[in-house]
């Protein structure tokens, strides 16, 4: 049985959201593959797998397919914006340039419009995403890229919640609100 909610790792969500959403033989793009994290415990052979990011010259708002050619786009773009508090890592390792939470969500709408030009009808899209806290008040990513994609013509399918095993970094020692340790990923299908 798959649950919406999973405590794990991105790698352990991935193997059920594919197993639900994909077909064999199906033209999967994950246009921000990276060190391909999400794929190591799934047989991408299964498919016609293209992993693309910008550390192999593809921009996932610029991606080098035709319209309406992908059965199935992943877009897992930085979703934390870059900053005094975020890792040096973390900023280096995503080519992270996002300074406020706004550019975080102008970075997916960018995605969000390209996928919608490169897949095929009922071509499906996950989406991963986290809500943030941006100066002590709550941003909800999710929330904001969910009604993105609905006026970008897409159906939404599920959302799967993941819980990660480790404790979210603090920048001070007293809190104001619930620090997040979960992050989502959206399934949509683009209705074209």
Same mark, same amino acid.
């Given at each position: 049985?798959?649950?919406?909610?999973?405590?794990?790792?991105?790698?352990?969500?991935?193997?059920? =959201?594919?197993?639900? @959403? #994909?077909?064999?033989?199906?033209?999967? +793009?994950? $246009?921000?593959?990276? %060190? !391909?994290?999400?794929?190591?415990?799934?047989?991408?052979?299964?498919?016609?797998?293209?992993?693309?990011?910008?550390?192999?010259?593809?921009?996932?708002?610029?991606?080098?397919?035709?319209?309406?050619?992908?059965?199935?786009?992943?877009?897992?773009?930085?979703?934390?914006?870059?900053?005094?508090?975020?890792?040096?890592?973390?900023?280096?390792?995503?080519?992270?340039?996002?300074?406020?939470?706004?550019? =975080?969500?102008?970075? @997916? #709408?960018?995605?969000?419009?390209?996928? +919608?030009? $490169?897949?095929?009808? %009922? !071509?499906?899209?996950?989406?991963?995403?986290?809500?943030?806290?941006?100066?002590?008040?709550?941003?909800?990513?999710?929330?904001?890229?969910?009604?993105?994609?609905?006026?970008?013509?897409?159906?939404?399918?599920?959302?799967?919640?993941?819980?990660?095993?480790?404790?979210?970094?603090?920048?001070?020692?007293?809190?104001?609100?619930?620090?997040?340790?979960?992050?989502?990923?959206?399934?949509?299908?683009?209705?074209?």
């Amino acid at each position: 049985m798959i649950l919406t909610g999973k405590n794990g790792t991105n790698r352990d969500l991935v193997i059920d =959201v594919m197993s639900m @959403y #994909a077909t064999d033989g199906d033209i999967v +793009a994950d $246009v921000t593959y990276g %060190k !391909g994290a999400f794929w190591r415990d799934v047989d991408t052979a299964r498919y016609d797998f293209r992993p693309t990011d910008l550390m192999t010259g593809t921009d996932f708002r610029d991606l080098p397919y035709g319209n309406g050619s992908i059965d199935m786009v992943v877009l897992d773009p930085p979703y934390m914006h870059g900053g005094s508090t975020v890792k040096e890592s973390i900023n280096k390792c995503y080519q992270n340039q996002n300074t406020s939470h706004e550019s =975080v969500i102008r970075l @997916y #709408a960018g995605g969000l419009l390209e996928s +919608a030009r $490169v897949l095929k009808k %009922k !071509g499906r899209i996950l989406v991963k995403c986290q809500d943030e806290i941006e100066s002590g008040r709550q941003r909800m990513s999710h929330i904001e890229i969910t009604q993105m994609m609905e006026l970008l013509g897409f159906k939404l399918l599920d959302l799967f919640v993941l819980v990660q095993s480790t404790t979210p970094a603090m920048r001070e020692k007293y809190q104001k609100t619930a620090r997040k340790n979960h992050s989502y990923m959206i399934v949509g299908e683009f209705r074209r």
